[in-house]
């Protein structure tokens, strides 16, 4: 039997939303540890060329980016095809991409709801489907990017909280159909990166969040790849889990 904690040279990752913010330090954490990346994005060029073109620097032909809009199937699907000639095989996936913005239920509408669940639940979904063969033929391994309001909720933040949730429980029902060959696990993100939606937060919500936090401070974009990596490498054990990294704010402080 293969064990998965084995060496990462010539293994390929596809990051969705890899250009910027996490998705970029994801990126980098598992280029630094070996992997060949492919860096997806939607509107970043400018920032996924950039990043291609400092990770080639170091390592030659190692990444390399791809443009999708996730909201379209057809690119969903294209973007697996792609993934696949470009090195001849994926090993990881990593469903990063997410939109996230405010929609109060006074504003909601069914476009706003098609935009947060096929970005944070759909397209993970597919791209899951159309990576099926060379994941299992690899004995690879998919990380989601949900969120803690999954089984909290957020005010304000319905759809998108929904959304997440429907991507925790793909996270478990993926986990048992793809056993026993690939496997598949997702971090929970706390306080990381404050929003950029319009309007932002205010520092009143900042310190109000931070309270509720055990740590008592924001975590970093490395906090979330360390625990990617960390899942993907070294947990060969672990599959259908759901790892927090909120600096304690779980524990109803």
């Not at 098609?114 to 639940?121: I, R």
Request: aromatic share 6%; proline share 4%.
């Amino acid at each position: 039997m293969k064990i998965m904690a084995k060496n990462s040279v010539n293994r390929v990752a596809l990051i969705t939303g890899g250009a910027v913010r996490i998705g970029a330090a994801i990126v980098r954490h598992l280029h630094a540890a070996g992997y060949r990346v492919l860096i997806h994005y939607n509107q970043s060029q400018q920032s996924a060329q950039h990043l291609v073109g400092e990770l080639n620097t170091v390592r030659p032909d190692s990444a390399h980016c791809l443009q999708a809009d996730l909201l379209d199937l057809e690119q969903v699907s294209t973007l697996a095809q792609e993934s696949i000639q470009q090195w001849g095989q994926v090993d990881v996936l990593i469903n990063n991409a997410s939109s996230f913005y405010p929609v109060p239920l006074a504003e909601l509408s069914a476009a706003k709801w098609d935009v947060m669940l096929g970005s944070n639940a759909k397209a993970p979904l597919f791209l899951c489907h159309h990576l099926q063969h060379t994941l299992r033929h690899q004995e690879g391994s998919i990380v989601n990017i949900v969120d803690s309001t999954a089984l909290h909720g957020l005010a304000d933040f319905t759809p998108y909280s929904m959304a997440k949730a429907a991507l925790a429980n793909m996270t478990q029902a993926l986990a048992r159909e793809f056993a026993p060959t690939v496997r598949v696990n997702a971090i929970s993100p706390g306080a990381i990166l404050w929003p950029e939606y319009a309007g932002g937060i205010s520092e009143i919500e900042k310190q109000k969040r931070l309270a509720h936090t055990a740590l008592g401070r924001i975590g970093t974009p490395d906090d979330i790849a360390h625990a990617v990596l960390f899942l993907i490498r070294d947990a060969s054990y672990m599959t259908g889990q759901i790892i927090a990294v909120d600096g304690g704010a779980g524990l109803g402080i």
